[in-house]
C-alpha cells in the first residue's frame, strides 16, 4: 500500500485552495439548484491525501516552532483546516446522504408538491395568516422527520473534533479557535438584550399588529417570521424587480460599481431548488466570489442584497498578494459579518427610503422604524440561540443532545412561538450565532466611528467607501477584537448597539 507523502506548508496550502474552490463550487451548485445531488464526498476523497494523521501531525510541528506571529497564525489556521478537513473525510458520505434527502424531500400543500426548501420560501409570500400556519406546519413536519439523522451527525462530529483536536470540551475548543471568552460574551448580549426589552416589546405589539393584522395570535408562531422580514404589506413600495437597481444605486454612493467588478459573480436567478437563504461562497478571493440571493419582493430583499454586497466587497476586495490563508481562511466568520452588518445598515436610514423610494420624511422615518423593529428581533432571537447553544454543547456530554430550552427561550426572547423540534435544523456550525453577535456589536461600534469620522451622511460617502476599501484588502487576517481596539472600543461594548435600537 502507498502512503501519501506529507506536504509543506506551502504545498499544502497550494493544493488546499485547489481542494476548497472544487468544494465550494459543488456546494454552491447544489445550494443554488443547478445540482439535485450533492457530491461533496467523491471530492473529499479525490484531494483525501491533505487529510492525513501524517499530514496533521506535521503542521502541527511547524506550528510549535515557529515564534509567535503572522506565520505562526498561518500556520495554526493551516492546521485547523486540515483538522476539519480529517473530520469531513469521515462525515462526508453521510452529510451528503442527508443533505440529499432533504433535497428530495416534498410537501404537499393545497394540491402542490413542492420540494422542502420551496415550502420554506414560499412562507414569505403568502399573504394569508391562516395559509402560512398551515404551510409551516407541514414543512416543519417535513424537516423534523430528518432530526435523527441530524443529530447521530452532529454526535459523529463532535467525537471526531474532540479526538482530533485533543481538545474534549466543546466550549472551551471553540473558545481556543475563536480567541475569546463565549460565557463573558454571552454575558454582554444578555444585559443588552435585557436593556432592549421594553423598546422591543413597544415595536413588537405595534409592528404585529400592522404586518400580521388583527387576526394575529398572541404570540405567533415562526413561520410567520420570513414574512414579517419582508415587511409584506410594504411591497409595493419595495418591490422585487427594483431591488437590484436601487442596492447598486446604494453601493455606487459608496463607490463600488458592483457590475464592473470581474470578481464578483452574481446569482440573482429563482430556481425550485433554491435555498431561500442568500449568501455569499468566496471561492477562491479575490479572483472567484459568488453572490447569491432568491428575491421575492419586498424590503427584505434589498437588505439581503446589501447584507451579501458587504462579504463579496471584502473577499473580492482582499489583497491579492496576501498568502491565499489570510484570503479565504478565518478562524471564524465575525470578521466578514461586521462588512456585511455595516453595509446593510445603510437600509435602516430614514434618509435612504426617502430618497429610493420617493416617500414622504414622515413615511420614510416610520419604515426604518419598522427595520429597528426587525433588528431587535433578530438580534434578541440570536441572543437566545446563542444562550440555547451554549447550553446543548455545555450538557451534551451527559444528555446526547436535547432539545430542552430552545421553544422555551426564542419564544420569550421574540413574542414569537418556536417549535422545540426545530433546534438542530436552525444550528449552524461552530457557534456561528456568536459570529453574529460578535458582528452586531462591531457593525454597530464601526457606524459609530464613521458617524463621527465621516459625518451622519457616512452610508452615502466616498469616504466611507474608502475606509471600508482598506479594511476589505486586509482579508481574513484581523480578528473581528482587533478591529474594535482600532476604532476605540472594547469587544463587547454594547452602547453603540443599543443606541441604534433605541434604547
Given amino acids: 500500500m502507498s502512503v501519501a507523502a506529507v506536504l509543506r506548508p506551502a504545498d499544502y496550502e497550494s493544493r488546499l485552495q485547489r481542494y476548497l474552490f472544487e468544494r465550494s463550487e459543488e456546494g454552491r451548485a447544489v445550494r443554488v439548484g443547478e445540482k439535485e445531488v450533492s457530491e461533496r464526498a467523491e471530492i473529499v476523497a479525490r484531494y483525501s491525501d491533505l487529510f492525513t494523521r501524517a499530514q496533521l501531525e506535521s503542521l502541527r510541528d511547524a506550528e510549535e516552532v515557529e515564534s509567535p506571529g503572522q506565520e505562526r497564525e498561518r500556520l495554526y489556521r493551516l492546521r485547523k483546516t486540515c483538522e476539519a478537513g480529517l473530520i469531513a473525510a469521515e462525515l462526508a458520505a453521510r452529510e451528503d446522504a442527508l443533505e440529499n434527502a432533504i433535497l428530495a424531500a416534498r410537501v404537499e400543500f393545497d394540491d402542490e408538491e413542492l420540494p422542502l426548501r420551496s415550502a420554506q420560501a414560499k412562507l414569505a409570500v403568502l399573504t394569508s395568516y391562516a395559509d402560512r400556519d398551515r404551510l409551516g406546519e407541514l414543512a416543519g413536519d417535513t424537516s423534523a422527520v430528518f432530526n435523527d439523522e441530524r443529530l447521530e451527525v452532529l454526535r459523529a462530529g463532535e467525537t471526531l473534533e474532540a479526538e482530533i483536536s485533543g481538545i474534549d470540551d466543546p466550549i472551551g475548543r471553540i473558545e481556543e479557535e475563536k480567541g475569546i471568552s463565549l460565557r463573558d460574551l454571552e454575558r454582554a448580549l444578555d444585559a443588552a438584550s435585557t436593556a432592549a426589552t421594553g423598546v422591543y416589546d413597544r415595536l413588537r405589539e405595534r409592528w404585529f399588529e400592522r404586518l400580521l393584522g388583527p387576526e394575529r395570535e398572541p404570540v405567533p408562531s415562526s413561520y410567520h417570521v420570513s414574512y414579517l422580514r419582508r415587511l409584506s404589506p410594504l411591497e409595493s413600495i419595495y418591490t422585487k424587480e427594483r431591488a437590484v437597481s436601487v442596492c447598486m444605486a446604494t453601493l455606487a454612493e459608496l463607490g463600488f460599481d458592483l457590475e464592473a467588478e470581474p470578481n464578483i459573480k452574481l446569482d440573482l436567478d429563482d430556481r425550485p431548488q433554491?435555498?431561500?437563504?442568500?449568501?455569499?461562497?468566496p471561492s477562491d478571493p479575490p479572483k472567484v466570489v459568488h453572490l447569491i440571493t432568491r428575491a421575492q419582493g419586498g424590503l427584505h430583499d434589498y437588505q439581503?442584497?446589501?447584507?451579501?454586497?458587504?462579504?463579496?466587497?471584502?473577499?473580492?476586495?482582499?489583497?491579492?498578494?496576501?498568502?491565499?490563508?489570510?484570503?479565504?481562511?478565518?478562524?471564524?466568520?465575525?470578521l466578514t459579518e461586521i462588512y456585511s452588518y455595516i453595509v446593510e445598515a445603510i437600509s435602516r436610514q430614514p434618509e435612504w427610503h426617502a430618497r429610493h423610494f420617493d416617500l414622504s420624511d414622515e413615511e420614510a422615518a416610520t419604515n426604518a422604524e419598522a427595520t429597528i423593529f426587525m433588528e431587535a428581533l433578530l438580534f434578541r432571537r440570536y441572543v437566545a440561540k446563542f444562550q440555547f447553544e451554549l447550553d446543548f454543547w455545555g450538557r451534551l456530554a451527559g444528555d446526547g443532545g436535547t432539545r430542552d430550552g430552545y421553544a422555551e427561550r426564542l419564544t420569550e426572547a421574540t413574542g414569537v412561538r418556536y417549535r422545540p423540534d426545530g433546534y438542530l435544523a436552525d444550528m449552524d456550525a461552530g457557534f456561528y450565532s456568536a459570529d453574529y453577535l460578535r458582528a452586531w456589536i462591531r457593525a454597530a461600534q464601526l457606524r459609530s466611528y464613521l458617524e463621527g469620522e465621516v459625518g451622519p451622511e457616512w452610508w452615502r460617502s466616498a469616504e466611507t467607501g474608502e475606509r471600508l476599501r482598506a479594511l476589505f484588502a486586509e482579508g481574513t487576517k484581523p480578528s473581528s477584537e482587533e478591529i474594535a481596539g482600532r476604532i476605540g472600543f472594547d469587544p463587547v461594548d454594547t452602547s453603540p448597539l443599543l443606541a441604534e435600537l433605541g434604547v
Avoid: M, Q, W
Fill in 304 to 334: 439581503a442584497f446589501l447584507h451579501e454586497a458587504g462579504h463579496a466587497l471584502h473577499y473580492a476586495g482582499c489583497d491579492p498578494a496576501l498568502p491565499y490563508t489570510f484570503r479565504n481562511i478565518s478562524r471564524d466568520h465575525a
Fill in 274 to 281: 433554491k435555498s431561500p437563504r442568500a449568501c455569499v461562497i
